[in-house]
Every structure is written in C-alpha cells, then in structure tokens.
C-alpha cells in the first residue's frame, strides 16, 4: 500500500452535472498530481499542486480545477462533465517538487458519466 | 508519430519463463525511465525508475534503457502468477514543464 487514498471508490453521474473527487496523500509529501485513465489507455497527466499552488497543467481544460490543502488532502473538481470524461481518475503525492520524481498512486475513483 | 510505443498485448507466458515487455519512444528529450505495475481496479506501483543508459536490476526485474535506439525494456525472470497485471512504461524530462508521459500499457499474462 502506498499510503495514498481516493474517495468515492466508484460514482456514476449524468452529463452536464458536476463531480469533485478526494485525495488523501502521504504526510510529508507536498505535491500532488491527478491523472486521467481512460480505459485501455496509459494515464493522462491533469495537473499537479506544490503547497496548495497550481505548478503544472497537462491539456485538459478548465472545467477541470483543483484544490490543496495544507493536511494533505485535494480535490478534483469536474464541471459540464462530458461523455468522454468517464475515466479511472488517479491521484499520485510525492515528497519531491517535480513530476518525474518518485509518485506514489491511490488506488483511484471510477467515474462514469452516462 | 506518437511519443511513445508500447505494444497492449495481451501477453501470455507460462510460469516461469522470462518476460520481455518494451517501449519505444521519439523524443530525445526524455532523460527519466519508469516503469509501473497496475494490477485490475489499483493505481499503479511504480517498479523500475532509471535515468541512464545500462541496466538496473532489482529482484526479479530488470530494466534497460538504449538512449541511442529510444527503446525500453522489462525483463522478469522466473515469471510467477502473481505477476499478471498490466505493465507501464513512463518517461519524463526536466525542464520548465517537468513533462512525464505514459504508454498506453501491456496486459500481461502468466499461465500456471
């Protein structure tokens, strides 16, 4: 176990409505990144927060936000959710600032937009 | 041409062979090698992290990176059951976006 958290485990909404997915990272780890999986694809990187600061953002847009707080613990919020956003979403923390530093994954939300 | 290749498999072994699982990739830049283990319905685990040409080892795995071909390898020897899972590969570069991308994954099957 990573010592990475995700909640809900699975949520199921309609198109147009608005989703926001928790995170709980390891303590002491300062950056968290959220990815988007969809099925049978490699993870997409969304964006990362260093100490409740955006500090990266991959090409999604800005229906997509987040928040850090300083416990440890962040949000991803969706809004308008599409079709295409049904996906497994993954938080990874790390004690380090950069992305290619070592991440440590949750276990994931499943989403599924109908 | 996409920035990196990995074959989705699936791939079935029987017990105990040798796996080879690879990527390749088009962008000199990347200069950070991951691979990571996804079991069904878990995040990924990160297994093998390199940052040079050669070999690294750990246990059972062995990660190779050819910087001058753009090719990555996993090899796991003595292949067991518990080794089903899909295979990641991951790259990254350090520059003022810190990008790191992800292959699309191996499915990976070992038959008892």
């Known amino acids: 176990e990573t010592g990475v958290t995700q909640s809900p485990t699975h949520l199921i909404k309609t198109r147009g409505q608005q989703v926001t997915l928790r995170c709980s990272s390891q303590?002491?780890?300062?950056?968290v990144s959220w990815y988007q999986q969809a099925l049978g694809q490699g993870p997409q990187f969304i964006f990362q927060?260093?100490?409740?600061?955006?500090?990266g953002r991959g090409n999604f847009p800005p229906r997509f936000s987040g928040l850090q707080f300083p416990n440890y613990s962040s949000e991803l919020n969706v809004n308008a959710l599409e079709l295409d956003d049904s996906a497994l979403y993954l938080c990874?923390?790390?004690?380090?600032?950069?992305?290619?530093?070592?991440?440590?994954f949750g276990p994931g939300t499943r989403l599924t937009v109908l | 041409q996409k920035e990196v290749e990995q074959d989705p498999g699936p791939l079935s072994v029987p017990e105990g062979a040798i796996v080879s699982l690879n990527c390749t990739y088009s962008?000199?830049?990347?200069?950070?090698f991951m691979w990571y283990r996804q079991y069904s319905r878990k995040g990924p685990e990160l297994l093998m992290y390199?940052?040079?040409?050669g070999n690294k080892e750990d246990g059972r795995f062995t990660a190779q990176v050819d910087k001058s071909s753009k090719y990555i390898s996993l090899f796991i020897r003595d292949s067991q059951p518990s080794d089903s899972a899909t295979y990641l590969c991951?790259?990254?570069?350090?520059?003022?976006?810190?990008?790191?991308?992800f292959g699309k994954g191996t499915r990976l099957h070992i038959l008892p």
């Open positions: 990874a923390s790390s004690p380090g600032q950069r992305r290619t530093d070592t991440q440590y």
């Open positions: 390199t940052y040079s040409s």
């Open positions: 303590s002491g780890h300062n950056t």
């Open positions: 927060y260093y100490r409740e600061e955006e500090n």
């Open positions: 991951a790259m990254g570069e350090r520059d003022r976006d810190d990008k790191i991308i």
């Open positions: 962008n000199s830049a990347f200069q950070y």
